[in-house]
């Protein structure tokens, strides 16, 4: 899922995997992190976030790790269902700024 | 009762018209933001607005203005459209101060023809 060239990365699991989003974001100087799921013909949502002076998050079903050494990010979904399949943003910010710079999306595609 | 609403969803025009998308938000919050979402899904933050503080950036051209007559909203109005003008447009709220999420609009898909 790591986000290179001018294709929107795609994952396709099966139904009831595991998913993991890469994104590698490029400011060293970010300190809060967001992901977000947009669905089709949808705004991005919130899912979870994630400071820089933790390494891990967990919410429901979700998973955000954070290697700052690496200047990466990861969304990790337990049992993936049908519900999931979406394009997948991870937004940084900047201390004194309260504006996000998104990467580059993933979609997620989940077979049944 | 929606969020953030912004108006009109679909918007087709023809190459060297103006344009106006309406951005209203409820949340009470104080930041307001315009993003711009290619065919490539990349989405490139236009403006923010935040207690009267405009930020710019600088990569957006001069024809395409944010106007806020309130806290409450934020209106994009676009000049002289080209056809790269063509994509999906997002406004976006925020409590602001650097933390918390964005609460976004479902987007206006504007076609430049």
């Known amino acids: 899922g790591e986000s290179v060239g001018l294709h929107l990365p795609t994952l396709s699991v099966q139904e009831g995997d595991n998913s993991i989003i890469n994104c590698a974001y490029s400011n060293s100087a970010s300190d809060y992190f967001i992901w977000y799921k947009q669905e089709s013909g949808k705004g991005p949502q919130f899912i979870i976030d994630i400071r820089s002076n933790m390494d891990k998050r967990q919410g429901q079903r979700v998973t955000v790790l954070l290697n700052k050494t690496v200047k990466h990010l990861s969304l990790q979904i337990a049992a993936t269902q049908p519900g999931d399949s979406a394009v997948y943003f991870c937004?940084?910010?900047?201390?004194?700024?309260?504006?996000?710079?998104f990467g580059r999306g993933t979609s997620l595609i989940v077979h049944p | 009762d929606t969020a953030v609403s912004q108006t009109p969803k679909y918007l087709v025009t023809q190459m060297g018209n103006d344009k106006s998308i309406k951005c209203e938000q409820n949340?009470?919050?104080?930041?307001m933001y315009w993003y711009k979402q290619d065919s490539k899904k990349f989405l490139k933050i236009m403006f923010s607005?935040?207690?009267?503080?405009?930020?710019i950036n600088e990569t957006v051209p001069n024809r395409f203005s944010p106007k806020s007559p309130d806290k409450a909203h934020l209106n994009l109005h676009i000049n002289s459209l080209e056809l790269g003008d063509s994509a999906v447009y997002f406004c976006?709220?925020?409590?602001?101060?650097?933390?918390?999420?964005?609460?976004f609009g479902e987007g206006s898909r504007l076609t430049v023809l």
């Open positions: 976006a709220s925020s409590q602001g101060g650097g933390v918390g999420e964005l609460f």
């Open positions: 937004a940084e910010m900047t201390g004194g700024s309260y504006i996000p710079t």
């Open positions: 949340l009470g919050h104080d930041t």
């Open positions: 607005y935040n207690n009267k503080e405009l930020i």
